[in-house]
Structures are given as structure tokens and as C-alpha cells.
């Protein structure tokens, strides 16, 4: 089955603690990228990756780390997270029709 | 830029009712445009997308949308909503030949028995 598994599905820390949520997908896509999604925003890009270790700035990529170092991950580091980071994330990827979305990762920074 | 606009922040329909989602885009050359559906705790789940022919799309669960160009619209519809069809709907548009998608802002759909 098509997947894009995002792990942890819930997360409350603290601020300044360092964390990464993962991402991996199972079809081969090349094109993997996480967003945010915040009330009355709709979704926002975060960072993307074009394929193996090719990654670049979205829209909101501050506070933000990515990598690529394999084709079916691309994890989301937060390396000091604040409370504006609090947020509802979403890793996608796609080829060239339509993206497949994880199930979303709520994060809670305290 | 592109950019796409949901200009209703929630929908309210009868069930029975046909519903319409109203979406609007501006882009620069073709647009490639989709719907996305996302229940409560739940990821996006892809509904339909129009690339290029016939202006009436066919996508999941029964829903439709209609491209218009001289209007620059997308909107999605369903002849006759159900309850379970209470989410939160998403238009989006592709930027350029990579995966970026800009979203519009969300329509909450709320369909009543």
C-alpha cells in the first residue's frame, strides 16, 4: 500500500529542546516536502527535497532543518523549538500528479 | 505569484443538498489544481485534480469540480451531500514542475441531518 508514515503522531515538549520528526515514504517519489498547518492559513511549505540530498527553503523555514540522505526519508529537525513552532506538520511526496500526505504530526511546544 | 483563495470559511448544507466549495486561482500559464479532504486527526486525502481537458473533473467519494478559465475557478461540487462528508476541504495549485502545492485557506464543510 501507498504510504507516507510520519512518526511521532503526537509530540508536547519544551522550549529549546531539540527534536526531529521523521518521514519516509514507500513509492519511490523523488519529490518529499513537509508543511505546516496553522488555522486560517491553510497549509504552508516548509522545506522540500528534489531528490537525494537536494533540499530547499519553502515558505516558513525558519527555525527549521531538513535532510535527504536517502530517497524514502526526509526527516524535519526542529533544532530549538519555541512556542511559535506550534503547529499541526505534515510531510507529503509526489511524483509528478498528485501528493500523498502523511497523517500528520501535532506538536506542542510548552 | 501563484496563489489560491477559498473565499467561504465554512459551508453549511442540508443532507440531500447538492454542495458547492467555492475556489478561486491565480497562476501564471496552466494551472494544475487539486482538491484535498481532511477529516478530524486525520492526513489529506486527495480527492481530484484537473491538469488539462475536459473542464469537468470526476474525483473520489462522488465529488466533481468544474474548471472555468474565464473565471479562474475551481469549484467542487456534489449533487447530494452526506453526512460524512462534514470536513474541511482544501484547493491547491501546483507551482511550477516540481511537487509544491499552495493551498488556500480551508472551507469547513458541515452537513446537517
Known amino acids: 500500500e501507498a504510504q507516507v508514515t510520519q512518526n511521532p503522531r503526537y509530540l508536547i515538549t519544551v522550549t529549546g529542546k531539540k527534536l526531529t520528526v521523521t518521514c519516509s515514504q514507500n513509492?519511490?517519489?523523488?519529490?518529499m516536502s513537509w508543511y505546516r498547518q496553522d488555522p486560517g492559513l491553510g497549509l504552508r511549505q516548509i522545506y522540500y527535497?528534489?531528490?537525494?540530498?537536494?533540499?530547499d527553503k519553502g515558505d516558513v523555514p525558519e527555525g527549521y532543518k531538513v535532510s535527504r540522505k536517502e530517497k524514502r526519508n526526509f526527516p524535519l529537525i526542529l533544532e530549538s523549538p519555541s512556542p511559535n513552532q506550534t503547529s499541526l506538520y505534515f510531510c507529503?511526496?509526489?511524483?509528478?500528479?498528485?501528493?500523498?500526505f502523511g497523517q500528520g504530526t501535532r506538536l506542542t511546544v510548552v | 505569484a501563484q496563489s489560491v483563495a477559498q473565499p467561504e470559511d465554512q459551508v453549511n448544507v442540508a443532507e440531500g443538498n447538492p454542495l458547492t466549495v467555492k475556489c478561486t486561482y491565480s497562476?501564471?500559464?496552466?494551472?494544475?489544481l487539486f482538491w484535498y479532504v481532511q477529516y478530524p486527526n486525520r492526513g489529506l486525502q486527495f480527492l481530484l485534480k484537473?491538469?488539462?481537458?475536459?473542464?469537468l473533473v470526476k474525483g473520489s467519494y462522488g465529488f466533481e469540480a468544474e474548471f472555468n478559465k474565464s473565471q479562474t475557478s475551481f469549484h467542487l461540487k456534489k449533487p447530494s451531500a452526506l453526512v460524512s462528508d462534514s470536513a474541511l476541504y482544501f484547493c491547491?495549485?501546483?507551482?511550477?514542475?516540481?511537487?509544491?502545492?499552495?493551498f488556500g485557506q480551508g472551507t469547513e464543510l458541515s452537513v446537517k441531518p
Open positions: 507529503a511526496s509526489s511524483q509528478r500528479g498528485e501528493a500523498f
Open positions: 513509492m519511490n517519489h523523488e519529490y
Open positions: 527535497s528534489m531528490n537525494v540530498e537536494v533540499t
Open positions: 497562476v501564471s500559464g496552466n494551472p494544475y
Open positions: 484537473y491538469i488539462t481537458g475536459d473542464n
Open positions: 491547491a495549485v501546483r507551482d511550477g514542475w516540481g511537487g509544491k502545492l499552495i
